[in-house]
């Protein structure tokens, strides 16, 4: 080998140049532990357990999303159903009632003649259902981004670009529909 | 064999680095798209193809055309393009690459670009054309440097690329074909359903790709010590006025049936081009200029005596190359989208930011034509 | 043991054809799957423009639709619309430009100055399906809704090219500059990508009928399955005379007008 300790010089360095990430990840100080990590952050009633155990969830919520949409968007299917008959929409959206109100003053979505706000937002998840069970979105449960989906994606350094479409959720103009 | 690329004198070296920083700017100006979106492009909601898939279009051609040089060659053993048949090929790499680049800043979600392959759709043309393109790429690259790597050690190319090379032949044809029937099978635009449109694409094809081949082997007489011989470029120059002559021809088809039939529907795209519509003008003295350089074209290299004369011949093939650009480069696919499904005229100017990627893009390709061709001419120089 | 340097790129090279026979494989799978069986049902809308156009300058079917569906509205700097970038689900045209085929110098004045409602014809034979390299966009063998998946446009606008009613439109910037209010029940678009209108799917899932219908203050939209005889589309489309947008390309648009 000619020119070996050019060579070997220049793998060292390569291999430097392409690990940065790690080394650079070692040396900031965040912590990667999850123990006070914010699952539910919404007190919602008999809801407090996800689709998926907590640790299968954290392992593979990224494949369960990716075939969640399509089941949506492609097969129309949006109700999924755990083993224990725990019923929840597949989605990324929630209900603000606030923009229903905005949206209900160029066209009204009952006809029954109520004009409160909340209550008719009530009436389309009921509907939504067709049988008068709510089934919440994950958002609806996991309603803080920052605490809930960006903690540990900045740690791993991902940025999936579901919130460049979907609505980033805004805790406070939650409250009224999942109470 | 690709070491070869990097010995080469300062008017080389300089001549990358000139195409460097163009790339580089470009390549600015192509963040700024990505991060802003297609707005940037003189693109919208009327005309949304344009400037860039308008040189995908033309570049298709490029490519295509080597196989002017590869069917002579192996399929008839003329044995005068055995000089010129690899630089034919040389071509036909960084146009297959520009034309993919051409698509890739082209597309709203480039990093998208993979779902081609994991949802395949046989109904799109779209994905035969990238599965034709990717083909035509893998194949000229094999073809290239087989050959001349049998060529750099004084024996004959191996068997075993004898039939990849009569692929190439069929594969080259299908690749403009393909591209044809990306426009011309749509009912929405009746400018481009017209079943002359591939045969037209491949004559303006076979004479701007020729042509092209023409100067770069007058360029590198001029510049370097490498030279095809005279009589291969006559043979080329035949082939590139025969084939526009095609050109025209089918033009002048298309323009028949459409004017003796006069439906509004075709008709007004052609009066946008050439008389405006609505006021709308921007493309009349180009299409003019366009047809004028054909005619001069045809002028300057049907007479034997007219394109005998090297200087003249020069000068055909460029007039000859400008006017195949404006046709297929800006006029044809913009006029597709001019006036829209309700019958309204949008306005489409390329923007700087558009012109400067585009140019970016072509820089690519010039500087791997420049190394392809470094290492052709070095292998050839080295042979005894 | 050596391997020279071409035999390795020879190796690389070789291995990554290898990668290509992947997805051919499934090319393949997919040219043998059989055209599932159709369950007969088809959505249709019934657009009446003697009642549209009464209310003159009435635009409540557009802003319910663009309020829900979270759809930009992209002004210039001097307040004018902008052509360019602008995308819209549902909008009005000129009687003469939605129905260029129809339209001659002598038609009645009332008929001229009608301004159409227009919107995605969720075409029988939808050109834009055809085209689509990703199958980002497709046609519900259920009920024959022309569909967007905005997760898997790469945004090449061969649709568009293809759309012979201008029905699509592009993300040409990102919507999010200017969309102030959201309805959080519904995404916004990213930048690059295609979209149109999809007959409501995520509010016929919950029994709604689409917001454009429920907007309408003079009842003039119809929708529903025209395939079923007793349906109130049928019965409105039996009594009248109705006109379609460009029949003669063969797309066999899903949008009916009554003039």
Known sequence: MYNGGKIIIGLIIFAFIMTLPIWYNLASDQDPSLKDYVIATKGVKGKDRCVLPKEEMLATHMDVLDQWRDLVVRDGERIHTTPDGRRFNRSLSYINTEVETILNTSYSITAEGDTNSTIQVKRVKAKHLKDNITAYSCIECHSNKEQFCDRCHTYMSVDPYCWDCHIIPEPQLMEVAVK | MIEKAFYGDKKYWSWLFFLGAVILIAFLFYMRQFNRGLTVTGLGRDVSWGFYIAQFTFLVGVAASAVMVVLPYYLHNYKMFGKITILGEFLAIPSVLMCMLFIFVDMGQPFRILNV???????????????????????????????????????????????????????????????????????????????????????????????????????????????????????????????????????????????????EDHMSHFKYLFVGLDGNTFFVPWMWTSSILAIVTLILLIPPAGRKNEKILALGCITLFISIWIDKGMGMIVAGFVPNPFHVVARYVPTLNELAIALGVYAIGALIVTLLYKIVLSVRASIP | MSIKRRDFIKITGLSTLGLVAIPASELLAE????????????????????????????????????????????????????????????????FGHAFNDNQHEFLSEKIQHIEAVVLCNHCENPPCVSVCPTKATWKRDEDGIVM??????????????????????????????????????????????????????????????????????????????IHDPKSDIRKLLSNNFTILRKPGLGTNPAIYYIV
């Open chain 3, 31 to 94: 040219i043998a799957k059989t055209e599932t069986s159709k369950s007969g049902k088809k959505l249709a809308m019934a657009i009446d423009l003697r009642k549209c156009s009464k209310e003159e300058g009435c635009t409540d079917c557009i802003d319910a639709c663009h309020k829900v569906h979270n759809v930009p509205n992209f002004v210039l700097p001097d307040g004018k619309p902008n052509r360019k970038d602008e995308i819209k689900w549902i909008w009005k045209e000129h």
């Open chain 3, 148 to 225: 967007m998946d905005w997760h898997r446009c790469i945004g090449c606008r061969y649709c568009i090219a293809a759309c012979p009613y201008g029905s699509r439109s592009f993300n040409w910037r990102d919507p999010r500059e200017v969309l102030e209010e959201q309805n959080t029940d519904f995404p916004t678009r990213m930048k690059g990508v295609v979209e149109k209108c999809t007959f409501c799917n995520e509010r016929l899932s919950r029994g709604l009928q689409p917001a454009c219908v429920e907007a309408c203050k003079a009842n003039a939209i119809v929708f529903g399955d």
């Open chain 2, 117 to 263: 392959f994991l949802h395949p759709s046989p109904n799109s043309p779209m994905f035969w054309d990238t599965v034709a393109l990717g083909g035509y790429l893998c194949l000229n690259i094999l073809i290239g440097f087989v050959t001349l790597g049998a060529e750099r050690k004084l024996t004959a190319p191996p068997k075993w690329i004898k039939p990849f090379i009569i692929i190439s032949i069929p594969w080259a044809i299908s690749i403009h074909t393909v591209t044809a029937f990306l426009y011309s099978g749509l009912v929405a635009r009746p400018f481009w359903m017209t079943a002359v449109l591939a045969p037209r694409f491949l004559a303006s094809a076979f004479s701007a790709g020729p042509a092209l081949l023409i100067l770069l082997c007058l360029l590198l007489r001029k510049i370097s010590s490498f030279d095809v011989g005279k009589e291969p470029i006559q043979k080329l120059a035949v082939i590139a006025i025969y084939a526009m002559c095609l050109n025209v021809f089918l033009i002048l088809m298309e323009i028949f049936t459409t004017f003796y039939g006069g439906m």
